[in-house]
Each structure stands twice: as C-alpha cells, then as structure tokens.
C-alpha cells in the first residue's frame, strides 16, 4: 500500500531517483539551521561572540548552497518540463536564496539600495523558498520513515507528486507573506502594569512609552515612523524612552528618515541609549544627531526627573559594541556615579543582559530595566535560540529579586529579514509603574465593589 503524499519508484528506476530522497535526511537538518540562521538578530544577539562571527561567515552561504543544491536536485530536476524552463527555474532560485548578498553587493557597487515594495517582495518570496524546502524535504523524511516502518524494499524510493509541491509552495506563500505583513504594520500602544517594588508613591501611575529597534531606513521609511509617532503621542505618556537601533542602513542615506522623532512629546521628556546599530555607521555623531531630533542620548550617564517633589534616576549605558569602535563600554556604575542608591532607578539598556550587573548592585531604591535588542525572535523555533543567546530574556517583564526587566519585542525589526511568524508580535509597549501596596488596595477595591459593598 502507497503512502498517500508520495509515489513509488521501483528498485530498476534509476540510480538519481533512487538517491536524491536520501538528501532529505542531509538537506533537512541543514535547511532548519538556514532558517535558524537566517535573521541578523541572532547575530547581535550573540553578544559579538566569535564563534558566532565564523558561523555567520561560513556556514550560513555553505547552509543557503545547500538548500539550493536541495531544490535542484528534488523538486526542479524531476520536472516534466523542457530544460529552459528548468534553467529558468534555477536561476530565480539563485536570485531568491541569494537576496542577502545580492542586495549587498548592489550596494556596494553603485552604492543605491532596491526600492521598498521590490525589497519587500524579494523578502516574502526567499522565505517562502525557505519554508517550502523545510516543509519539502520534512515529508521527504517522514515518507522514507513510513516506508522503512512498512517493511518495504530498502532499494525503493519515493517522490513527492508535483499537486503536493504545488500545494506545499502556497501554504510557504502564504505563511511568508502574513509574517512579512505582521512586522511591517504599525504596532499598537499596549498598556501594560509592571508592579517594582519599593517605587514611591510619587512615582506610582508614571506612564512611559517604550520604543525600541525601530530600524529606520528602506523597509521601515520615514512615513512609518511618522505614524508610530503619531501613536505615541495619542497615549499622552509622562516620559518616552528608546532603547537603541534607531537607523538601519548606511546614515548617509537615511539619517532624513529620522525626522519625524522631533515631534515626539512627553512631560517628562524624550531619552534613548545607544544600541548596537548606532556603532555600524557614523557612531560618534549620534549624540548630536540625536540632540537634533529633540532626543537626549544617555551614554553611560543619568539624568534626574522630579515628579510632584519626589527624584527618580533615569540612566542610559552604551552598547557592548562600542568597544569595537574605541568608544566607551557599558558601564552601569559610571553612569550612576554621584547619585543616591535610594532613589528610584529606571535604567535604558539595549541588550537585556545586563540586569545581572545591575541586579548586583543590591540598590535599597526601587530599580527597573528597559531593553530591547531581541526582535522577539522573530520566528517560532528561533525565538528559543535567541532567547538562550540573550541569556535567557526574550520580551516581556522579568523578575530578578527586586529588580524589575522589561524586554520590548521591538516597534520594529531588522530591515534585512522583515518577517514575524509564530513569535512575539511589534508593540509599543505603554509601561504603567505601581507600587506593591497601591495594587494591592486597588485589588481589594475591585472584590469589595464586586461583592456590592
């Protein structure tokens, strides 16, 4: 009895056809590790490590050949078509998987980027690829399984109807196409409590729009970031932070795209720290870029805000990459220095990581950490390995002891691979800080009003 998504071939067929769907057992771990691969958020998320710079480097064209050779070999050769047309097919399948490099090397060599919707379009077709060999050669391993289970000759093989394919590529469209749209939409302001324990009373209520990795450049224009503004500026919060990667791309091309951030408004002001982006181009402009858009940028230093008589520290520190480009590492302490241990702490850090530090402090004041950095791994199965390379923080609060974390998924994500699918969703995130007792109060209130009382 056949197996209902593949055909058999018979022992005399010949040799290629009884070969090629053992490549499903060597393609399919291979096309997992391209998908894993496949962000640059994992590559920030490493923390610069150099075994992930090698990896980068190496493995990932060696992954991208792999996957072609794959789809040559068992969806394009079989083909009952005239040979033009499967070197038709072959050549966009080196245009697709290639994007990367391609796009790179348009760049460097007439130094111009690709429009947005062709960008946008390539984008959506090489994951669509991707997944569409994944979910391929996955069937390809579990038909030779079930024939292996079945008893069946070890010489027969087996081959995947062209109806399947066809229909494998659609739900690969479709799925590549709604992540694609997912990341590119303009992310909702959702409210969100964080409880820190010991924040003063004073500061119980404050209000704080939490942008972050807002990759501003050919896939996240200008007009974007106008209407992210606009959406900030609805909620009305007390004070508005970023937490790195404003620009993505070369600043001589995009730096413009930035404009809209000057019309942000908050009472409290508009504050960011560097992330590891800003060290990719023209990183010892970026406070004065940055005063010119009406942002202060906190490098490793802090401000003070009062609210109704009461101070709260508000720090920023720089990002791990700025010793790469002989600026001054993150140092929590530095930018602390001369301030009280016991007043509130909010602190602006790109990568989550750095809590440790902070949490190691052991500060009597209330402290909170506001990050980024993650994209929210972007992908489902990926988020896991970003998640372990950022030590165990993905998006969302986190609790350590007293201290409060809170990772942003990002307003957007990286311009090179615009794709959420099956992961944290873009947000704005509209951070309410409570004290303890305040919560408490306000949870006896709603039973005691529940209950008629």
Request: proline share 8%; glycine share 8%.
């Amino acid at each position: 009895m056949r197996h209902p998504a593949v055909a058999a071939v018979r022992p005399n067929d010949s040799p290629r056809r009884i070969l090629l769907p053992r490549l499903s057992l060597i393609a399919l771990p291979l096309v997992v590790l391209a998908l894993l691969l496949f962000p640059g958020t994992i590559w920030a998320g490493a923390g610069g490590l150099d075994i992930f710079r090698t990896l980068r480097s190496t493995l990932h064209p060696a992954i991208i050949a792999a996957a072609f050779l794959y789809l040559g070999l068992r969806v394009i050769l079989p083909l009952r078509m005239s040979r033009p047309v499967k070197a038709a097919l072959l050549l966009a399948a080196i245009l697709l998987l290639g994007r990367v490099y391609m796009a790179r090397a348009i760049f460097l060599l007439w130094h111009c980027e690709i429009v947005r919707p062709v960008y946008i379009a390539w984008s959506i077709l090489q994951l669509a690829l991707l997944l569409f060999i994944a979910l391929h050669a996955a069937l390809s391993v579990l038909s030779l399984l079930y024939r292996r289970l079945r008893g069946l000759p070890a010489s027969d093989s087996v081959q995947i109807r062209p109806g399947l394919s066809a229909a494998l590529l659609a739900i690969s469209l479709g799925l590549a196409s709604f992540g694609c749209f997912s990341a590119l939409r303009v992310p909702p302001v959702t409210p969100e409590e964080i409880v820190v324990p010991g924040l003063p009373a004073a500061w119980d209520g404050l209000t704080v729009a939490h942008l972050s990795d807002l990759h501003v450049g050919r896939t996240f224009p200008g007009t974007w970031l106008a209407d992210v503004v606009a959406a900030v500026n609805a909620a009305r919060p007390d004070l508005i932070v970023i937490t790195g990667d404003l620009l993505d791309g070369s600043a001589s091309h995009h730096l413009g795209e930035l404009h809209p951030l000057h019309d942000l408004k908050a009472p409290l002001g508009v504050y960011a720290c560097p992330g590891n982006h800003e060290y990719y181009s023209v990183p010892r402009h970026w406070p004065t870029i940055f005063s010119s858009l009406g942002v202060e940028i906190l490098e490793n230093e802090h401000v003070i805000l009062r609210r109704n008589g009461a101070e709260l520290i508000l720090a920023g520190i720089t990002d791990d990459l700025a010793e790469q480009t002989d600026l001054p590492r993150p140092d929590i302490r530095q930018a602390l220095q001369g301030t009280s241990p016991a007043l509130p702490l909010l602190l602006l850090s790109h990568r989550p990581a750095h809590v440790k530090e902070l949490r190691d402090l052991d500060r009597p004041g209330a402290t909170l950490q506001l990050s980024g950095h993650t994209h929210g791994g972007q992908l489902l199965g990926l988020n896991l390995l970003v998640k372990y390379l950022n030590k165990g923080y993905l998006s969302g609060p986190y609790a350590l002891g007293d201290v409060r974390l809170y990772v942003s998924p990002g307003t957007a994500l990286s311009a090179s691979h615009p794709f959420r699918l099956g992961a944290a969703a873009s947000r704005i995130p509209l951070l309410i800080l409570r004290a303890p007792r305040n919560r408490s109060r306000r949870r006896i209130s709603c039973l005691l009003a529940a209950f008629g009382k």
